[in-house]
């Protein structure tokens, strides 16, 4: 149905022409879903982008065509191709928050595709709409239609974006990382719904992401795009089991796996050569581990190894597990485990909700709402939970950046809660944070060297410039940047280099406990490798705790110790990864066990769904605050919160189930 | 020799206090390698360094006007000296022919004649209703009035011949400096590099600025000694001169009031954003009940306050300069007061974002003191709003002072600014035939002194943001 053929488009850039998409071809059948897989800057957008002749401002499409049902697209008047849009390929966004407009009503937005492409007015559209809510599982929709963005919540919104996608009657969807920014259970949801109205209207659809999990979950055949060029396409079946471009072999050895632990992942070294800097020959090659001479000197043509499966690539070796080689590393559980080292009790953090000109509390957010933890030195205990359920508070409770409204928290015997000045001061040597998102968590106009001693002179270590300078460089070469790097501005990095900064910021106060807030989740798969790498390398060298703060299964299941299940601001369950991860007992746990994509072909189908979304915390359910979504609630549920019961020596459930 | 007697006003020693300020930056950039770098990058733009060539144009005469004294009167030997009560500046002393040569009234630019028709009493005892002859303008042409074209032309093409050979030498003169300054590139001459735009000093556009200016200015200051180019004014005196005059004031009136603004936006700014709480509420009480008094109002009360106390010590006052200075100074104060909550409110939702970043939580989490991470975090994040705002504001300001002498209340009536010029030309506007050359040449002049501000802070802006070197 559509027919992408040798498009090339770039950016203009002064006079000189990025490139940013190189000849890729590929065609999508009815009913089909062909994902376009690849890490960040490889040219997956701008093929949506230049699909729908949507580039920005710069971007030109300088060759190639595009055919839908076998109409030329690229020739079309702007005209014509406003009623393309829409009507006959339509796209959904990664980011439900800013793909709607927040001041119209949400029916208002859906009856302006009606409007243009179904010429529906009035109450046949209002009928329509009302269809199309139901369709993507709004309840409640006559309600619903009169509501404006806010009042959605982030699965929401993703819904309604589909909704309005499938307003013009699309033959082809572009999803464009459609559940990057959604939490796992409602990423379980909207996929499936997306498979669904796939199957029922036998639309096309090309899905753009870069998670393996999802790919296995949804596509039919994959193409995976480096650098502007396909590299090897292959339908599912070939692609999960006989994966043979070297890239594509890499990404899955990156990925971090419970099978992988103690093990150092395989990295993909280097990073994709920048639109002004491709090299000539094959693009992967200076990241390859199978390079050959031939490589540099001319990019390979597509071979094909079985009927479906073709790729570009002159290296014909076997899949070669190149796991295998890698060397141990070792793990915190060697550590014999002592006494905890930070010990956190029912610690509490109520945010007040102030409202009227006096700014009287008129309620609370219980955004943690009784907290236990115990780190022991050179161990890692993971705090898993969704969006909203409070695990980034915690960290910063502990590092008392926001204030606790109750509860204690010590750290090798002296009870942080309620310290002041100087003494909090030199407590905060022991404990150091790395942030989520590397492009916000360093300061763009301080150069890389004086945002790392920025921790010393603050806690008064190494005050003379000299030893400073030295420590600096040590700390660098200790997460793998050049010396040179401490004279550079951050914006001059890559994100993995980024998150290495901030790590070796924060291991400048040579702390014994890290709290890692979400360290990878912007980061793509084989950058992530590199980072888990780093942390492991470090603990091992150190011997520093992390608390890992996570929504990644994967990741809980390769690096963690101990695992504590998070929901509403408090823990569920807490154990060691073991026993949480192998046998959970929490519904909620296992829930969002199953709802985590696969990147394999053998993935458990039959998923446990939850219904709904996490609950306000300003306002949580009574009783067991899972209740309302708990598939195996009962009347005890709804009345009182659970105590905490005892599976094993280390392993406790807060539910009425066990025990 | 006649003697003299320096007189330093407060704004002279406010601007040159603002040089050596500014010497001691441009020290202190030239021993830190990464402001150094910055600077650099603002000598490679060439829009940049286009603007700053006429920006430093500006600021020369302007520094010129700002060296003042007295001239000592002729007495006898052995009293004691006694001092004009004038108080002139060195550009006055330059612009002497200028300054001197007043005619009656209103009179066009390269007029021979005045613009309005007097009587005049001829020789036989009878009058005649004519435009009478101009004292100055045009007066070596004789009878040969109608030539004035023909003579202007003729003199400008010939200045102008003689700026662009100065020019040429000039440029000759620079481009063996930049040729000798490096000795890798044989193939090139220094000219060569410099038309191609190859070193790192934007000297092309410095040159082509400079050559542009060259070839208008001297022409202009040389048929400047024989018409009035820009005209004359209601009393006769001439308006390229006034233009000159006005340059201090409006340099004056856009940096002091920036001064005084600037510190108070920064700081309320800053701190209510990131502090929060009560210190917010203040803040933001005080600046929402300032904005809500009307502006014209409260400057009025102020200045009319101001003038009484003026007007009641006499005795402070030695000369007429020094009074008007004052009042200057005094008008500059006040617009700061009330001219700084715009830039805080903006600076307050700046920072209310900035302090939720990351890289701040990271400095907390280190104990880093809070002023610590308002000096170090938030304010270079917010130098671009800061220098984006301050060049809007200059030109504002320049407004604020003509709008303010409209009414009355703006700088001393003998004090010469782009708002008394205009204000007296608003006068003329409505009169037939129309006399527009005062309200031109102050506009031509405001424009361009506005327009080489905001692309020289571009500039700058551009070369102090990291992320688009």
């Not at chain 2, 030997?77 to 330059?94: F, M, N, R, T, W």
């Not at chain 2, 390269?110 to 303008?137: M, V």
């Not at chain 2, 032309?153 to 000039?170: D, I, Q, S, Y």
């Not at chain 2, 900035?354 to 002023?371: K, N």
Request: glycine share 10%.
């Amino acid at each position: 149905m559509l027919e992408v053929t040798k498009l090339r488009l770039g950016f203009a850039a002064g006079k000189k022409m990025l490139v940013a998409v190189d000849g890729i071809s590929f065609a999508i059948s009815k009913g089909e879903t062909f994902a376009l897989l690849g890490e960040s800057g490889c040219g997956k957008s701008a093929t949506a982008q230049g699909i729908m002749r949507l580039l920005p401002a710069a971007g030109r499409i300088t060759g190639g065509s595009i055919k839908l049902e076998g109409g030329e697209l690229l020739t079309l008047a702007e005209a014509d191709m406003r009623q393309v849009r829409g009507a006959r390929i339509a796209m959904i966004f990664q980011e439900p928050a800013t793909s709607l407009n927040p001041v119209l009503t949400v029916g208002v937005q859906i009856g302006e595709v009606l409007d243009r492409h179904c010429d529906l007015r009035g109450e046949p559209a209002r009928q329509r709409m009302l269809e199309l809510l139901r369709q993507v599982g709004i309840a409640d929709p006559e309600r619903r239609l009169d509501e404006y963005p806010f009042q959605f919540s982030g699965g929401m919104k993703q819904r309604v974006m589909i909704a309005i996608a499938l307003a013009g009657e699309p033959d082809l969807l572009i999803a464009d990382e459609p559940t990057t920014a959604l939490d796992v259970t409602v990423q379980a949801q909207i996929l499936d719904l997306l498979a669904q109205l796939q199957r029922e209207r036998g639309m096309g659809m090309l899905l753009i992401t870069h998670d393996l999990g999802v790919v296995a979950k949804m596509a039919h055949r994959i193409g995976v795009m480096y650098a502007g060029e396909l590299v090897e396409v292959a339908d599912r079946e070939e692609f999960f089991t006989r994966p043979q471009h070297p890239y594509t072999q890499a990404l899955f050895a990156a990925l971090p796996e419970v099978s992988r632990r103690g093990m150092a992942l395989t990295t993909i070294p280097g990073q994709v050569p920048s639109l002004a800097a491709m090299p000539a020959g094959c693009r992967f090659a200076d990241r390859c581990a199978h390079v050959m001479p031939v490589c540099r000197e001319s990019a390979p043509d597509w071979r094909s190894v079985a009927a479906s499966h073709a790729l570009r690539c002159y290296w014909s070796g076997g899949a070669t597990a190149t796991a295998d080689n890698t060397p141990r590393i070792g793990l915190g559980h060697l550590i014999p485990e002592m006494a905890p080292f930070l010990d956190v009790v029912d610690l509490k953090v109520h945010f007040p909700i102030r409202r009227g000109i006096l700014q009287r509390t008129v309620g609370q957010v219980l955004a943690v709402d009784g907290v236990s933890l115990a780190i022991s030195a050179g161990r890692t205990l993971a705090l898993v939970g969704e969006s909203g359920c409070g695990k980034t508070t915690v960290g910063k409770a502990l590092l008392q950046l926001v204030n606790t409204t109750s509860g204690s928290v010590r750290l090798g015997g002296s009870e942080l809660v309620g310290m002041q000045g100087k003494r909090l001061r030199a407590a905060r040597r022991h404990m150091q944070m790395v942030f989520q998102d590397p492009f916000a968590s360093l300061n763009p106009r301080l150069r890389v060297g004086e945002i790392i001693a920025e921790g010393m002179s603050a806690l008064g270590l190494e005050s003379d410039g000299a030893t400073r300078g030295r420590a600096v460089a040590a700390l660098l070469k200790q997460v793998g940047l050049p010396d040179e790097a401490a004279g550079r501005y951050p914006h001059e990095f890559s994100g993995g280099q980024r998150q290495r900064i901030a790590i070796a910021r924060a291991l400048a106060v040579q702390p014994e406990l890290l709290i890692c807030d979400e360290p990878t989740s912007a980061l793509d798969v084989s950058v992530q490798a590199q980072i888990l790498n780093l942390l492991k390398k470090l603990q091992e060298e150190l011997g520093v705790a992390y608390l890992f703060i996570t929504h990644n299964f994967a990741v809980v299941e390769y690096l963690a110790n101990d695992v504590a299940v998070m929901y509403l601001g408090r823990i569920v369950e807490r154990g060691s990864a073991q026993e949480v991860l192998r046998s959970p007992k929490h519904p909620y746990t296992q829930a969002l066990l199953s709802a985590v994509p696969v990147p394999r072909l053998d993935a458990p189908s039959a998923a446990i769904r939850l219904p709904g979304e996490t609950p306000s915390p300003a306002n949580p359910p009574a009783g067991c605050h899972f209740h309302p979504r708990c598939p195996q609630a009962m009347d005890v549920c709804r009345q009182r919160y659970p105590e905490s019961t005892g599976v094993s020596a280390t392993h406790t459930v807060n539910c009425y189930l066990v025990g | 020799m006649m003697g003299f007697q320096v007189v330093v006003l407060w704004s002279d020693m406010l601007i040159w206090l603002l040089v050596a300020a500014g010497i001691g930056v441009g020290v202190l950039v030239a021993k830190t390698p990464p402001l150094l770098a910055a600077w650099r990058r603002v000598g490679a733009n060439r829009v940049g360094m286009a603007s700053a060539t006429v920006l430093l144009a500006f600021i020369a005469i302007g520094l010129l006007d700002s060296l003042h004294f007295r001239l000592q009167l002729d007495g006898k030997p052995g009293q004691k000296a006694s001092y004009a009560i004038e108080v002139l500046s060195v550009l006055d002393v330059l612009a002497a022919p200028l300054r001197l040569r007043n005619e009656k009234t209103y009179s066009e630019p390269f007029a021979t004649r005045l613009y309005a028709k007097e009587t005049i009493d001829l020789p036989g005892g009878e009058t005649l209703r004519d435009y009478p002859r101009l004292k100055h303008g045009g007066r070596h042409l004789g009878e040969r009035e109608g030539e004035v074209a023909a003579d202007a032309g003729m003199t400008a093409f010939r200045v102008g011949v003689l700026a662009l050979l100065g020019w040429l030498a000039l440029a000759t003169a620079v481009s063996a400096l930049v040729g000798r300054g490096d000795t890798v590139a044989v193939d090139a001459s220094g000219w060569q590099k410099i038309w191609r735009g190859e070193n790192a000093f934007a000297w092309n556009a410095v040159l082509l600025t400079l050559g542009l200016m060259l070839l208008i200015v001297v022409p202009l200051f040389w048929l400047a000694g024989q018409y009035h180019v820009f005209g004359t004014d209601k009393v006769g005196q001439d308006v390229l001169y006034q233009v000159l005059k006005s340059v201090r004031t409006g340099l004056i009136i856009g940096l002091v009031t920036t001064l005084v603004m600037l510190p108070m936006a920064v700081l309320l700014g800053i701190v209510a954003g990131y502090f929060r709480g009560w210190i917010d509420d203040m803040i933001q009480y005080i600046y929402t009940v300032l904005n809500s008094i009307p502006g014209v109002l409260l400057i009025a009360a102020a200045v009319l306050m101001m003038q009484v106390v003026i007007d009641t010590h006499p005795q402070w006052f030695s000369t007429a300069a020094e009074r008007a200075d004052l009042r200057l100074l005094a008008l500059c104060f006040i617009l700061g007061i009330t001219s700084w909550t715009g830039l805080c409110r903006l600076l307050r939702g700046e920072t209310l974002k900035l302090r939720e970043l990351e890289y701040i939580q990271a400095a907390q989490a280190f104990g880093v003191s809070s002023w610590r991470i308002v000096v170090r975090h938030i304010l270079p994040n917010l130098m671009h709003i800061v220098i984006i705002a301050l060049v809007m504001d200059f030109s504002g300001l320049v407004l604020a002072e003509a709008v303010l002498s409209y009414v009355g209340i703006g700088v001393d009536p003998t004090m010469i600014s782009f708002g008394t010029m205009i204000n007296s030309a608003r006068m003329e506007l409505g009169r037939e035939p129309v006399v527009w050359w005062s309200l031109a040449a102050a506009f031509t002049t405001m424009f361009i002194l506005v327009l080489a501000a905001n692309l020289f802070a571009d500039a700058v802006r551009d070369a102090f943001d990291p992320r688009a070197a």
